[in-house]
């Protein structure tokens, strides 16, 4: 995306702001929990929807206003004991998780119903792609990249490149 390569996901709009939020509480010393907990509540009060305009493959085109955009590297479990985990790894498809028109109290219930095991796809938009263009109203966009914030100019690209890890293992050794 952009020149820049994620393994896992990325994203923009409410996540990269808590995560900035949370680094710098942590740097006046607090722990990575309590600084998690006061940037979460702090910025969903200072919560927005931004409006993105995205193209996937085949040129399919949606106008969205979104409080985040989520970008997975294949597909994601999005509720229960087992979100944020993948079963597959090597589909080389981008799936793309958004809350169109969430508000305060909308983002809240989605989080619950996701602790509780009950959140859904109808609960979200979820598209899944091989190349994405996000545009935004910004020139810039604060974007998330496997946890790490960057600045990046708008529009955004993506594109998945299928197989292009190479992962080394080493031999298992009989046991003597």
Partial sequence: MNGHTFLNNSSIGLYPRIVLDREASQRQGRSKWIALV??????????????????????????????????????????????????????GRLWLYLAPQAGRVKLLALAGLALVGRLKEPHLEVMETTQLTVKTRRKSLEVAIDGEVVVLESPLRYRSTPKALHVIVPKVQAET
């Fill in 38 to 91: 006061q940037s979460t509540v702090r910025n969903m009060k200072r919560h927005r929807l931004m409006h993105v305009a995205l193209t996937t493959d085949g040129g399919r085109k949606l106008e969205r206003a979104t409080p985040f955009l989520f970008v997975g590297n294949n597909r994601y479990e999005i509720s229960g004991v087992h979100v944020g985990t993948r079963t597959q790894l090597d589909d």
